[in-house]
């Protein structure tokens, strides 16, 4: 059974710093798309950065791209989201998400497996 479990979110001041990660059991992920999403209330999961397997392949969201990092560690099985410069529209919950065909999708029904999440939230 895969899973995957979020940590590292948290209350941080606008312009702080957040380091998010995602630990995957039940499968190596070397093989897979791995991804960062985000939710905020009424609104739908927007996708934020992925890295496929393939690790020259990868995607920001615009909103993000000069401020967070995506990285992977085939090694610990962890996805890692670096997240600097943060601003108030960041607060959501971040989720990790796994794609069997490593690719970096940006649509949210392209991706089978997802973590429960963790709550980011920035104060301006």
């Known amino acids: 059974q895969v899973q995957l479990a979020e940590s590292g979110g948290g209350s941080v001041q606008a312009g702080g710093s957040l380091s998010l990660s995602c630990a995957v059991s039940g499968t190596p992920i070397v093989t897979y798309g791995t991804a960062w999403f985000r939710q905020s209330p009424g609104q739908e999961r927007e996708f934020v950065a992925a890295i496929g397997y393939k690790p020259s392949t990868i995607k920001y969201a615009r909103s993000v791209e000069d401020r967070f990092i995506i990285s992977r560690d085939n090694a610990k099985n962890t996805v890692l989201l670096q997240m600097n410069n943060l601003k108030p529209e960041d607060t959501a919950v971040y989720y990790c998400?796994?794609?069997?065909?490593?690719?970096?999708?940006?649509?949210?029904?392209?991706?089978?497996?997802w973590g429960q999440g963790t709550q980011v939230t920035v104060s301006s």
């Open positions: 998400a796994l794609d069997e065909a490593g690719s970096t999708s940006r649509p949210a029904n392209r991706w089978q497996y």
